[in-house]
């Protein structure tokens, strides 16, 4: 199995930060000046390549298998574990990790210092807040009964789904395993300890749903016909009579 390769090498006399993965995407190279706004493409031949749009700070630390997608952007001092799989436009903050195979769907963030342990799974579109962490252990220790450090075969890693738009605010916490609905809303410093439904806007310890929210992040406000509306979009949809969820109206 080919894998992707990142590195930086010295090159005409400029350092050249390369990226080579092994799928749809193959090759892009650039070059490092001071800062990033210096970083520039520089379109190297090979017969099956396609040149991508990569910005990827060299202080960052991405492994060598991870996959990174075109117009992604890695800030400093970011970590991208092994066979972790971004897509496009994806944008990584400073400090922030994401782990192990970790799978970050098309123009997600993952602001500041966030944390998003494996086996962690973010759809497209999912905004990550500063200092967020998705946990993977749900009774963790660092060594076993007998006194020895745990490795990972000592434990079974859960894993935090986010679908599609949802948010996850400041410093909030999501304890695996836990579901967030598609275009759900997570408070700044909530903790999160169970399933969140698409559309709900959950805050506090544990988080609670307070309101609902649309597409557009706001929330959704009660019309006249006993239907919950957001503002900004023109979008309307209804409570399900069997559960505490949304349903778009469409007709
Ligand atoms: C929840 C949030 C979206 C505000 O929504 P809102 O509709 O404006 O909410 P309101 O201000 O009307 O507050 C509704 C209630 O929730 C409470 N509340 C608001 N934010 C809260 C939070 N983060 N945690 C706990 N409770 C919160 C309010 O105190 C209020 O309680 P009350 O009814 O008892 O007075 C916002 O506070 C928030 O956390 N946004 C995320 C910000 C963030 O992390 N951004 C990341 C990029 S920096």
């Known amino acids: ?27 892009a190279s650039y070059e490092y000046g001071g800062n990033s706004a210096d970083i520039r493409k520089i379109a190297r031949t090979s017969p099956e390549s396609t040149v991508v749009n990569v910005r990827i700070q060299e202080s960052a630390d991405v492994d060598s298998s991870a996959i990174i997608g075109e117009g992604s952007s890695i800030w400093h001092l970011a970590q991208i574990r092994d066979e972790a799989r971004l897509g496009s436009n994806v944008v990584v903050g400073r400090g922030a990790y994401v782990g192990s195979g970790v799978h970050v769907g098309d123009n997600s963030k993952i602001q500041n210092y966030a944390l998003v342990y494996e086996p962690a799974n973010l759809a497209d579109g999912v905004f990550i807040g500063p ?107 209804r409570e399900k009579e069997d559960s505490d969820e949304l349903e778009e109206v469409t007709e």
């Open 131 to 237: 200092a967020a962490v998705l946990t993977n252990d749900t009774f963790p220790r660092a060594i076993n009964p007998d006194g020895g450090q745990k490795d990972v075969s000592d434990w079974d890693a859960v894993g935090v789904d986010i679908e599609q738009g949802a948010s996850i605010g400041a410093r909030a916490v999501c304890v695996a395993p836990v579901r967030i609905g598609a275009w759900a809303t997570v408070a700044a410093g909530a903790v999160v300890t169970n399933d969140v439904a698409p559309h709900a806007l959950v805050a506090g310890v544990p988080a609670r749903r307070i309101k609902w929210v649309g597409k557009s992040g706001s929330p959704l406000e009660l019309n006249e016909a006993g239907l919950w509306e957001d503002a900004s979009t023109g979008d309307v949809y």
């Open 1 to 27: 199995m080919t894998h992707a390769e990142f590195g930086i090498e010295q090159q005409f006399g400029k350092r050249l930060a390369y990226y080579i993965s092994p799928a749809e995407v193959t090759y």
